[in-house]
């Protein structure tokens, strides 16, 4: 069974809790680490949590949401091995998938309704990276 790791702060809460039950329907099975109330929370806590399970190997895959999907990208992409993408549109999700080898989506809950996050999610599950030529520009992004 497919597995995924998700995440969000209070601003992406009702929309994080929207896409988990979609995933569920799809499948997919689904560690949620919070937060789970709209009490305001920091996001970098929940982007480290979802993005430290990446890094260590115990999820290949994770979903962040906050207010703009920035800073749960920013904070997850502290993390070796992490390639998180803030996309608005499923064409850049798909791409981030197959050509940059992503691993983590973040999304905006105030920049994306829940039916146009619902085809992003789409997008980018529904891609695999290519490798290739792009296996060997995805290597060059971890520094030396």
């Not at 702060?9 to 009702?14: T, Y």
């Not at 806590?45 to 800073?71: K, M, N, P, Q, Y």
């Not at 994306?112 to 891609?127: M, R």
Request: proline share 4%.
């Amino acid at each position: 069974m497919a597995r995924i790791i998700l995440g969000a702060d209070h601003a992406g809460l009702a929309l994080k809790d929207a896409l988990a039950a979609r995933l569920r329907d799809r499948g997919w099975d689904v560690d949620d680490v919070g937060t789970e109330t709209p009490e305001s929370v920091d996001y970098p806590d929940f982007g480290h949590r979802v993005a430290r399970a990446i890094a260590s190997g115990e999820h290949t895959l994770g979903l962040l949401v906050c207010g703009s999907g920035v800073g749960m990208s920013i904070s997850a992409n502290r993390h070796p091995g992490v390639r998180a993408v803030v996309c608005s549109e499923p064409y850049s999700a798909q791409m981030a998938r197959a050509h940059n080898d992503a691993n983590v989506l973040c999304l905006g809950a105030r920049v994306v309704g829940p039916g146009l996050a619902e085809s992003i999610l789409d997008a980018f599950l529904d891609s695999e990276f290519e490798g290739g030529r792009h296996a060997r520009r995805v290597g060059k992004i971890e520094p030396e």
